[in-house]
């Protein structure tokens, strides 16, 4: 009779409990093998999760600054809303909605002075805009 992988079936008793020795020394063996492999395995997922969020890391999820960065990844889209395809702003030949100056107006404001580089008073301006008038 055969015995597969094993060649030839052991015939006697004393052959039988060598070979179930035998089987569970490698049995005992193996187990401690699986054993380590698993702790190994723990470690390196705890590796990869800590890896993994460093590298998600980034100045809006954690104190460090913009600068650091990658200049590779794109910004995340902060607006939920989804876009309509259309570009802002009024529609293309529409006229524009300017307010014009006025050649008299009701109030000329000056704004300050303006420095050069040791804080010397260099000149005045004057700045035109147009003010809206409610009746």
Not at 89 to 104: C, F, I
């Amino acid at each position: 009779m055969s015995g597969g992988r094993f060649g030839s079936l052991p015939s006697s008793v004393e052959e039988l409990r060598a070979l179930v020795v035998e089987l569970v020394e490698a049995n005992a063996w193996l187990r401690e093998v699986i054993a380590a492999k698993d702790q190994q395995i723990a470690s390196l997922e705890r590796r990869i999760a800590e890896l993994e969020r460093q590298l998600g890391a980034d100045s809006l999820t954690s104190s460090r600054p913009p600068s650091s960065d990658s200049l590779y990844r794109k910004p995340v889209r902060r607006s939920s809303r989804a876009s309509s395809g259309r570009r802002p702003g009024k529609r293309p030949g529409a006229p524009g909605s300017t307010m014009p100056l006025v050649e008299n107006p009701d109030e000329v404001v000056t704004c300050g002075h303006a420095a050069d580089d040791v804080g010397v008073r260099v000149g005045w301006w004057v700045e035109r805009k147009p003010v809206a008038r409610h009746a």
